[in-house]
């Protein structure tokens, strides 16, 4: 299972509604990474900060306003000189925000927190 927290102030609930609207998901706009469900509008606007868990079991921590295709690239070696020789990569956990600004900010937050706190985030624990 894939942690997430979702910063944005529109989100969607379960049921696949805005909770600003009644409008339901177009089907032909929504895919699946794992077992997260992703909206292309969605996609094109959001930014996020994501762990990513190496081959040999260490993190990597990112921000990208386009997940999947940052996953695709860092498991393509074309990522992160980091994860390049740690491949295959899975998307571990993930924040979404309204600004690149804060989830570079988180990224550099989630970056100084010991190993041990950053395995907290992935099982859903707040820190």
Known sequence: ????????LHNMDQGGRCRTSSERLDAAKVWVIGNVKFQKQE???MNYTYLLKCADDTLYCGWTNQLD???KAHNEGKGAKYTRAR??????????????????????????LSRKDKLKLVAGSPL
Not at 1 to 8: G, L, Q, S
Not at 95 to 103: D, N, P, Q, V
Request: glycine fraction near 0%.
């Open 69 to 71: 295709k940052r996953l």
């Open 87 to 112: 491949r295959p990569v899975s998307l571990a956990y993930y924040e979404i925000f309204e600004t690149k600004e804060e989830a570079m900010r988180r990224e550099a937050a989630i970056k100084k």
């Open 43 to 45: 996609q094109q606007k």
């Open 1 to 8: 299972m894939i942690a997430r927290r979702d910063y944005r």
